[in-house]
């Protein structure tokens, strides 16, 4: 199956820093990527979603300003949180639909997540 | 907007058959997913439909009603390894919105 990698899995940073996250579609091209936060126990909340060659589009009550999106290319998209605060502490996950594989739009494959940590 | 329901817990004992509902409103519907989550892990696809009826694969089934915005996922012959949590989604055009999740416990 499709497989999607993000990087990197664990981060810990310093109140006021930034943190830029990568996902790759490794063996397909991705023309839209997405954003999930994830609490604890709690479900996946879609934050935004990348689309390559043009903005992101952001879910309500995200700030684009704090969770920067780029989708560089058919296989990568970045985010970036900045100036990092304890409150952005979670876990990120990112998804892609492989949309030549002839499954259609249903079939999301999910990164591994990237569980970052804000002191 | 989009909201879904689904139980928070379910336990059922290893060879056992389990169901865990989902009902959703939302704006705008294209169909239903099933994924799976173990601990500090990210989802797994399990089953998608975008029409009424059951789909099979394998030990597991999801089922889709329009009319009642309910769907469900059967899980039949449970293993040990079943243990995590399992999420509905709805697909509004190209987005998912996902459940809060239902934690499923199997016990031996």
């Known amino acids: 199956g499709a497989v999607v990698s993000q990087h990197p899995s664990r981060v810990i940073c310093k109140s006021g820093t930034s943190v830029k996250i990568e996902c790759r579609s490794l063996d397909f091209q991705a023309t839209t990527m997405f954003w999930y936060r994830q609490f604890p126990k709690k479900s996946l909340m879609l934050m935004a979603t990348s689309n390559e060659g043009s903005k992101a589009t952001y879910e309500q009550g995200v700030e684009k300003d704090k969770f920067l999106i780029n989708h560089a290319s058919l296989t990568l998209s970045t985010l970036t949180v900045t100036s990092a605060h304890p409150e952005d502490s979670s876990f990120y996950i990112c998804s892609a639909r492989d949309v030549t594989s002839g499954k259609g739009q249903e079939t999301q494959y999910f990164g591994p997540g990237t569980r970052l940590l804000v002191l | 907007g989009q909201s879904l329901e689904q139980p928070s817990e379910v336990t059922a004992v290893e060879g056992a058959i389990v169901q865990i509902n989902c009902t959703y409103q939302?704006?705008?519907?294209?169909?239903l997913s099933w994924y799976q989550q173990h601990d500090g892990g990210a989802p797994t696809f399990l089953s998608y439909?975008?029409?009424?009826g059951l789909e099979e694969t394998g030990r597991f089934s999801s089922f889709l009603s329009r009319s009642d915005s309910y769907g469900y996922l059967l899980l039949q012959e449970l293993q040990m390894k079943d243990s995590a949590s399992y999420f509905c989604?709805?697909?509004?055009?190209?987005?998912?919105?996902f459940g809060s999740g239902t934690k499923l416990n199997v016990k031996p």
């Open positions: 939302t704006s705008g519907f294209y169909g």
């Open positions: 989604a709805v697909r509004n055009f190209n987005k998912f919105y």
């Open positions: 439909n975008a029409l009424d």
